[in-house]
T-cell receptor
């Protein structure tokens, strides 16, 4: 149980393109979903927390107009990187939790490469 | 003081030995504690979680929690080369926010 699906697994695109990443909880309802970014050999960096039906809470230093998060249902959250630039190239990982003291379960991540 | 602290390593352990990974946290009101394993280039996967003081065993893994000392550890018995990875400690604070440590790189020597 507790499977989180993230799609796509890899994106390579030109600078200026907007990229949408989907995160789905397959066998549980996710009251909260999280989006992380991880650069090579660096630790996880929390970008934002989203609850179904409400606006995402962004961490300090994360541009909410650049990283658009939509948590439309209890099983789906999307992250859109708008007008992506090479410095946005990174490994983006989502996670979901069903609430309370439950652990976060991670998707397989999306490797984004902006040329 | 960082909220969740781990030694970055690398921690080198001979194959077959016990690997001991440690984590301290600053929020005394924290209630839930998690260990994740992350292979290079992959996303983290949940290994264990623990809520109560004491030990919790699952196969070769044992999580230990001491809330008075604000200390949580993960023991890996009979270490295998496939255990080589970065281990992330995560702590849920009293406000339900989960804070991750920076991880300890574990290297099992064949």
């Amino acid at each position: 149980g507790a499977v989180v699906s993230q799609h796509p697994s890899r994106v390579i695109c030109k600078s200026g393109t907007s990229v949408k990443i989907e995160c789905r909880s397959l066998d549980f309802q996710a009251t909260t979903m999280f989006w992380y970014r991880q650069f090579p050999k660096q630790s996880l960096m929390l970008m934002a927390t989203s609850n179904e039906g409400s606006k995402a809470t962004y961490e300090q230093g994360v541009e909410k107009d650049k990283f658009l998060i939509n948590h439309a249902s209890l099983t789906l959250s999307t992250l859109t990187v708008t007008s992506a630039h090479p410095e946005d190239s990174s490994f983006y990982i989502c996670s979901a939790m069903s609430g309370g003291n439950q652990p976060q379960h991670f998707g397989d991540g999306t490797r984004l490469s902006i040329l | 003081q960082k909220e969740v602290e781990q030694n970055s390593g690398p921690l080198s352990v001979p194959e077959g030995a016990i690997a001991s990974l440690n984590c301290t946290y600053s929020d005394r009101g924290s209630q839930s504690f998690f260990w994740y394993r992350q292979y290079s280039g992959k996303s983290p996967e949940l290994i264990m979680f623990i809520y109560s003081n004491g030990d919790k065993e699952d196969g070769r893994f044992t999580a230990q929690l001491n809330k008075a000392s604000q200390y949580v550890s993960l023991l890996i018995r009979d270490s295998q080369p496939s255990d080589s990875a970065t281990y992330l400690c995560a702590v849920m604070r009293r406000d339900d926010k989960i804070i991750f440590g920076k991880g300890t790189r574990l290297h099992i020597l064949p």
